[in-house]
T-cell receptor
Framework: SAVISQKPSRDICQRGTSLTIQCQVD?????MFWYRQQPGQSLTLIAT?????????ESGFVIDKFPISRPNLTFSTLTVSNMSPEDSSIYLC???????????FGPGTRLLVL | DAKTTQPPSMDCAEGRAANLPCNHS???????VYWYRQIHSQGPQYIIH???NNETNEMASLIITEDRKSSTLILPHATLRDTAVYYC????????????FGQGTILTVHP
């Protein structure tokens, strides 16, 4: 399995500001994914981030609000821009495992926007 | 991806088998059935997956019906640490890798 770390683990931010979340994997992976889990809800896919190409966003998510970088095969960042209280969620990154059919998730970043 | 239906909650006694059902009647031929679980305040954890045949690993067994319209995740000897939300996900084809999480089943294991 892949070992995934995220920074920060949690943060409290003021509305109107931006936060960049980092995702680090202990091995090279092709596909990385970013999910959001709103309070009391299930996970929703934000975007797919492949190294060397633009991220692909799901319906309801746009690059201006959630810019993503994927500079190499072990690292990605998700920025939550111009935050509002509705952005308060857990943000999780995931990667495809060595067996391509599996995905492994990071511990998540807990964001509270005041 | 095909939609899945799971009971919202289930209880199980510690040491007994936990059998979690999932319906996926619109599953396509190239879609796998995946099970993940999310223990409180943690990221989802992969459990097992299968296409047609029954599968077993160190965590659980997956039983898929012959018509592939439903499946059952079996935790053979549930422990208190198995208390979690269990997600049944169907994925494959053009949406491969893009997991669609439903509300899952909250499994509570009692002493």
């Amino acid at each position: 399995s892949a070992v995934i770390s995220q920074k920060p683990s949690r943060d409290i931010c003021q509305r109107g500001t931006s936060l960049t979340i980092q995702c680090q994997v202990d091995s090279q992976v092709t596909m990385m994914f970013w999910y959001r889990q709103q309070p009391g809800q299930s996970l929703t896919l934000i975007a797919t981030a492949n190294q060397g190409s633009e991220a692909t966003y799901e319906s309801g998510f746009v690059i201006d609000k959630f810019p993503i970088s994927r500079p190499n095969l072990t690292f990605s960042t998700l920025t939550v821009s111009n935050m509002s209280p509705e952005d308060s969620s857990i943000y999780l990154c995931s990667v495809q495992g060595p067996e391509a059919e599996t995905q492994y998730f990071g511990p998540g970043t807990r964001l509270l926007v005041l | 991806d095909a939609k899945t239906t799971q009971p919202p909650s289930m209880d199980c006694a510690e040491g007994r088998a936990a059998n979690l059902p999932c319906n996926h009647s619109t599953i396509s031929g190239n879609e796998y059935v995946y099970w993940y679980r999310q223990i409180h305040s943690q990221g989802p954890q992969y459990i097992i997956h299968g296409l047609k045949n029954n599968e077993t690993n160190e965590m659980a067994s997956l039983i898929i019906t012959e018509d592939r319209k439903s499946s059952t995740l079996i935790l053979p000897h549930a422990t208190l640490r198995d208390t979690a939300v269990y997600y049944c996900i169907v994925n494959g084809g053009t949406s491969y890798g893009k997991l669609t999480f439903g509300q899952g089943t909250i499994l509570t294991v009692h002493p």
